[in-house]
């Protein structure tokens, strides 16, 4: 079941990334634009997109931060991907990674915040065992679980 979610997320995800269109700043509201701006004014690589009724922003804070983010029409951030240092992770998420992934090391962190749900993606990595792509939640949850 979850190889059927996960392959289906691949799928509408191509699909969504073959739909967005790239755009120039100037064909940006100005709502979503200054709420942009105001929100992240040291943002830099900022590029544009439309995607489906969403605008979408890639760009970067400093020299490894990266962001995603999605607004819609009118303004709100609906979505916010970013990648994050360990450090950053929840004491719950921390946990979690050290009750069941003891002995891995995390690779490619991110935080997702999607409609005020915070959810936290990674890779966990080990010599001799298997290695994992994981979601979980900030109670410590883990909501998917995929062999890598």
Do not use: C
């Amino acid at each position: 079941m979850k190889k059927q979610i996960l392959i289906l997320s691949t799928a509408l995800t191509i699909n969504l990334s073959i739909q967005a269109q790239d755009i120039p700043q100037s064909q940006v509201p100005s709502i979503i634009l200054n709420q942009f701006n105001k929100q992240f004014p040291k943002a830099t690589d900022v590029e544009w997109e439309m995607d489906s009724n969403f605008y979408n922003v890639d760009f970067e804070i400093g020299w490894s931060t990266d962001h995603e983010i999605w607004y819609n029409a009118e303004g709100k951030m609906v979505k916010h991907k970013e990648d994050i240092s360990k450090s950053e992770l929840p004491k719950a998420v921390n946990n979690r990674i050290q009750a069941d992934f003891s002995g891995y090391s995390i690779d490619d962190l991110e935080r997702i915040t999607d409609n005020g749900k915070v959810i936290y993606k990674m890779e966990l990595n080990a010599l001799t065992q298997t290695d994992w792509d994981i979601v979980i939640d900030s109670e410590g949850k883990v909501i998917s679980k995929i062999a890598d």
